[in-house]
């Protein structure tokens, strides 16, 4: 499976021809709205979309995505994974649409957010919409914050709160982020997420 790196733009719209890993890192802004959607018209392709993100105070950001199932045996995995600090927000909203003729699809949403600060805002909404039989749609989101526990260990290892927090994203990141089978765009993502 190649991966591609997406280049920051409002509004992507792809029809993949082979299975493919697309990434895209969400930079935060004083209202980021992107749209990205997969268009499945070649059968047998498998795909896999990654939006990465850590918001900081006061920004925001508004995501969707599609997967678009139109003809049979397509398989798309989403990951959203964003890291949300002081007022900052994040509103995804997450669609599988699988058409009639498009039987045997396989497609699922993961939502995970980290809550770092105060004040933060997080809203989720999945939309299946399933026309064909013998297909599998799912999602799961899940929404948590940095345990006290988990910074207390890292500072009293010599890491300042700031520090074990910035830890504690990072691994967040990392278990999405080690998927990344071409190891240039990996690393890219890694740099990435930091910022």
């Known amino acids: 499976m190649k991966s591609v790196l997406l280049e920051k733009n409002q509004n992507i719209s792809l029809s993949p021809t082979e299975n493919t890993q697309y990434i895209y890192l969400v930079q935060g802004g004083s209202a980021e709205v992107t749209n990205l959607e997969l268009n499945f018209e070649k059968e047998g392709v498998a795909c896999e979309i990654i939006v990465l993100g850590k918001m900081h105070e006061g920004q925001s950001v508004e995501l969707t995505t599609t997967s678009r199932h139109l003809v049979p045996n397509t398989s798309c995995v989403t990951n959203y994974y964003v890291a ?105 993502v890694r740099v990435g997420v930091k910022s």
């Open 84 to 188: 949300l600090e002081n007022l900052s927000s994040s509103n995804y909203v997450g669609k599988i649409i699988i058409a009639k003729k498009a039987f045997q699809t396989n497609s699922y949403l993961n939502n995970k957010t980290l809550v770092i600060g105060e004040g933060t805002k997080n809203i989720t909404r999945p939309i299946l919409e399933i026309e064909a039989d013998d297909v599998k749609a799912s999602h799961g989101s899940t929404t948590g914050r940095v345990r006290e526990d988990d910074v207390y260990y890292l500072t009293s290892r010599g890491l300042t709160k700031k520090e074990a927090e910035e830890v504690i994203v990072e691994g967040f990141f990392e278990s999405v982020v080690a998927k990344i089978e071409a190891e240039a765009v990996r690393e890219k």
